[in-house]
């Protein structure tokens, strides 16, 4: 029998603090609904302390979530355990993950405290989510950079206080492979009362090497993985879930242990995370990128043909590429409708939100022929988007776009409860739109991404556009799709704007994260 690796998902905490990628309430449901699915072991619902929406959201996570252990991270501070302990009161099973910062440079120069100090507050630390739950994790911030004779003390000690994981972050992409797993390998070896938890590892991705050193740390003895979907995360982001729990599988007769992750899955939660966070997966991207299972070269091809293994490693069904799916189009019933969205993992709050979203679906329906799942998750977005309380809301949009002049475009907003009027011209007809409506908002925010994306193939498939603002440090990220992708530039925007107009910010208590 192999041993367990233990599969901790963090694209509700780490992967929201991507610029532009923060969640709502009910979309952070939506995904731990999907990592449940997934089979994912523990799910990092979010930072309970950073604000009233972060607490509030891992609350609805944690009462939402039966089969998977739900998370909340917290600094090494009275008040951060208390209210994630509180967050975690309605789960299932709970976990609290508290951390502190170990390096000595970030010791001396972010908490200014001596190394005693900082074991002290370790321990406190652990003790008291011990009231809380029996499941205690403890991460000594900055790892990769810290003297291992005092990773040794201060581990072994958070053990003795009842810390039943101990994770070593790589919280800023600096160790190599075979580094970091002999430090796995000594903490192990040097602790005295190792044997008393389980190593669990947290790799960051500014050299790339985020899953190879995550790898490396479980080939050392490391029987934890914290890591994202699509590898979404601070900065470069984090290992990447679906390559780590692949590698493991494919691999099975170099690692020594095995998941519980049912890879069918993958690829539905990587579409969704997509999907709800604007980053687009890149085609070439392992496992779930577009082109991870396609094949150009004619000797690959006739391979293939031969033979699936000549070129292939892994099959596309185990990931979920050719599951087998009910196709949607203008005929099918209410019933079917509900049906597939409530595969999808998703519930309607109420009758008013199964219509509106039923009506959205009939309309799409008469633009094209078939309505994919990809789709029907752009629908629900869609949804979720509008049954929010936005002071603004795209009302019409008229374009002109013609060989030899200057493209116009005339946008009426409902602003409040006034729709007012904007032109404006432009190089071209989505340039002109998103002028116009500056015009009406007046926000000042400075455009830092405009992506587009085919939702699915062909003509009349749905494009799918993020567009990212910046104002004063703010950075928020909007999301509009439509079979026109000038319609749906101008719903990205006006979901943007509504955005950076919510008064709330998303705040991080921490100055570097784990």
């Given at each position: 029998?192999?041993?367990?690796?233990?599969?901790?998902?963090?694209?509700?905490?780490?992967?929201?603090?991507?610029?532009?990628?923060?969640?709502?309430?009910?979309?952070?449901?939506?995904?731990?609904?999907?990592?449940?699915?997934?089979?994912?072991?523990?799910?990092?619902?979010?930072?309970?302390?950073?604000?009233?929406?972060?607490?509030?959201?891992?609350?609805?996570?944690?009462?939402?979530?039966?089969?998977?252990?739900?998370?909340?991270?917290?600094?090494?501070?009275?008040?951060?355990?208390?209210?994630?302990?509180?967050?975690?009161?309605?789960?299932?099973?709970?976990?609290?993950?508290?951390?502190?910062?170990?390096?000595?440079?970030?010791?001396?120069?972010?908490?200014?405290?001596?190394?005693?100090?900082?074991?002290?507050?370790?321990?406190?630390?652990?003790?008291?989510?011990?009231?809380?739950?029996?499941?205690?994790?403890?991460?000594?911030?900055?790892?990769?950079?810290?003297?291992?004779?005092?990773?040794?003390?201060?581990?072994?000690?958070?053990?003795?206080?009842?810390?039943?994981?101990?994770?070593?972050?790589?919280?800023?992409?600096?160790?190599?492979?075979?580094?970091?797993?002999?430090?796995?390998?000594?903490?192990?070896?040097?602790?005295?009362?190792?044997?008393?938890?389980i190593f669990s590892v947290h790799c960051h991705n500014d050299l790339g090497l985020a899953v190879a050193n995550s790898l490396a740390a479980v080939l050392n003895g490391a029987r934890q993985v914290e890591c994202t979907i699509n590898g979404l995360g601070e900065r470069?982001?984090?290992?990447?879930?679906?390559?780590?729990?692949?590698?493991?599988?494919?691999?099975?007769?170099?690692?020594?242990?095995?998941?519980?992750?049912?890879?069918?899955?993958?690829?539905?939660?990587?579409?969704?995370?997509?999907?709800?966070?604007?980053?687009?997966?890149?085609?070439?991207?392992?496992?779930?990128?577009?082109?991870?299972?396609?094949?150009?070269?004619?000797?690959?091809?006739?391979?293939?043909?031969?033979?699936?293994?000549?070129?292939?490693?892994?099959?596309?069904?185990?990931?979920?590429w050719s599951a087998n799916r009910m196709v949607l189009g203008k005929h099918s019933g209410r019933n079917a409708f509900k049906s597939r969205i409530a595969e999808l993992g998703f519930e309607f709050a109420s009758e008013e939100e199964i219509n509106a979203a039923f009506?959205?679906?009939?309309?799409?329906?008469?633009?094209?022929?078939?309505?994919?799942?990809?789709?029907?998750?752009?629908?629900?977005?869609?949804?979720?988007?509008?049954?929010?309380?936005?002071?603004?809301?795209?009302?019409?949009?008229?374009?002109?776009?013609?060989?030899?002049?200057?493209?116009?475009?005339?946008?009426?907003?409902?602003?409040?409860?006034?729709?007012?009027?904007?032109?404006?011209?432009?190089?071209?007809?989505?340039?002109?739109?998103?002028?116009?409506?500056?015009?009406?908002?007046?926000?000042?925010?400075?455009?830092?991404?405009?992506?587009?994306?085919?939702?699915?193939?062909?003509?009349?498939?749905?494009?799918?556009?993020?567009?990212?603002?910046?104002?004063?440090?703010?950075?928020?990220?909007?999301?509009?799709?439509?079979?026109?992708?000038?319609?749906?530039?101008?719903?990205?925007?006006?979901?943007?704007?509504?955005?950076?107009?919510?008064?709330?910010?998303?705040?991080?208590?921490?100055?570097?994260?784990?």
């Open positions: 029998m192999k041993q367990p690796l233990i599969i901790f998902d963090t694209t509700l905490r780490d992967g929201e603090q991507s610029p532009g990628a923060s969640m709502t309430r009910d979309e952070k449901v939506r995904i731990a609904r999907a990592l449940e699915r997934l089979r994912v072991d523990v799910i990092e619902a979010g930072f309970p302390a950073a604000s009233p929406g972060d607490f509030e959201a891992v609350q609805a996570v944690a009462k939402a979530i039966k089969d998977s252990t739900v998370c909340g991270l917290a600094r090494a501070l009275d008040q951060d355990i208390d209210r994630a302990g509180t967050a975690l009161k309605g789960a299932e099973r709970s976990r609290i993950h508290t951390f502190i910062a170990t390096s000595p440079i970030h010791m001396q120069m972010k908490l200014h405290m001596t190394p005693e100090q900082v074991i002290d507050h370790a321990v406190r630390a652990v003790k008291r989510a011990r009231q809380y739950t029996d499941d205690v994790e403890f991460s000594p911030e900055d790892a990769g950079r810290s003297e291992e004779d005092f990773l040794c003390r201060i581990l072994e000690a958070v053990i003795e206080a009842g810390a039943r994981t101990l994770n070593i972050p790589d919280t800023v992409g600096y160790s190599v492979p075979q580094q970091f797993g002999n430090t796995i390998a000594n903490l192990i070896a040097r602790i005295p009362n190792s044997d008393r938890a470069a982001g984090n290992a990447s879930l679906e390559e780590v729990v692949m590698a493991v599988r494919t691999r099975h007769d170099v690692f020594p242990c095995e998941t519980r992750i049912d890879t069918r899955e993958i690829l539905t939660c990587s579409k969704l995370v997509s999907t709800i966070t604007g980053f687009p997966v890149q085609p070439n991207k392992a496992i779930v990128g577009a082109n991870a299972f396609a094949h150009e070269s004619g000797i690959h091809q006739d391979g293939v043909l031969k033979s699936r293994e000549t070129y292939e490693i892994m099959r596309a069904e185990d990931i979920g009506a959205r679906f009939k309309e799409l329906a008469d633009k094209k022929h078939e309505i994919f799942d990809e789709d029907l998750q752009a629908i629900i977005s869609e949804s979720s988007v509008e049954a929010e309380d936005d002071d603004i809301k795209l009302i019409a949009l008229k374009v002109c776009s013609e060989t030899g002049e200057t493209p116009r475009a005339k946008v009426t907003l409902r602003i409040g409860n006034q729709e007012t009027i904007g032109t404006a011209e432009g190089s071209g007809v989505v340039d002109a739109t998103l002028k116009a409506i500056e015009q009406l908002v007046q926000t000042g925010a400075t455009l830092a991404l405009y992506s587009v994306n085919n939702i699915t193939n062909g003509t009349d498939a749905q494009g799918e556009v993020t567009v990212r603002l910046e104002k004063s440090g703010r950075i928020v990220n909007g999301l509009g799709a439509d079979t026109d992708i000038v319609v749906a530039s101008a719903k990205a925007y006006v979901n943007a704007v509504n955005k950076l107009h919510n008064p709330e910010k998303r705040w991080h208590p921490q100055k570097g994260e784990v």
